[in-house]
């Protein structure tokens, strides 16, 4: 069976959801990254570039990848080595980042900055995500960082063509 892409999009969503990640966490990412740089930012407006992004099929592609890994290592069904090492979010891995930067990678290059600054920083929602009793989110923190990256990177480039 082939799924269309109304399916691609709610599955996707409803993925985050179920991982416990909303819009309005990934907003709060967003306002984090671009409140110094835009005047009179909302969280509305900041809803809005991170709806655009969950649009794309990209996008969708690295959400659901990840978040299969992680569910699959929670379960304990992957084969050795890979189970203890998405476990473990072992640092040397990167595979987790390469493809959240996907994701970065769909609004050029000021998305890979903020990316590298959200991943460092860790506010809200990422915090919550690196706490390893809350079970596993080897992929899911690193793509959750990568769409508010690529929100911010959308929000700055608009702003710019406005102004
Ligand atoms: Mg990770």
Redesign the pocket.
């Known amino acids: 069976m082939k799924e269309n892409s109304q399916f691609y999009t709610e599955t996707a969503r409803k993925w985050l959801l179920e991982r416990g990640v909303t819009i309005d966490d990934i907003a709060d990412l967003v306002y984090y990254l671009q409140t110094n740089y835009i005047e009179d930012l909302t969280m509305d407006l900041c809803k809005e570039h991170i709806e655009a992004v969950l649009r794309k099929r990209e996008v969708q592609n690295a959400i659901l990848t990840g978040i299969q890994l992680d569910r699959l290592a929670e379960k304990n069904l992957l084969d050795v080595p890979i189970q203890g090492i998405i476990e473990r ?1 072992e640092g040397l891995y990167g595979v ?2 390469v493809i959240a930067l996907s994701i970065v990678n769909v609004y050029g290059s000021i998305g890979f900055t903020n990316y590298g600054f959200i991943d460092k920083q860790k506010p809200g929602i990422l915090k919550k995500l690196n706490d390893k009793n809350q079970g596993c989110h ?2 899911l ?2 793509i959750v960082g990568a769409i508010a990256a690529a929100a911010s990177s959308r929000l700055a480039h608009s702003a710019e063509d406005t102004e």
Do not use: H, K, S, V
Request: charged share 70%; no cysteine; hydrophobic share 15%.
């Open positions: 979010d987790d980042e080897t992929f923190d690193d």
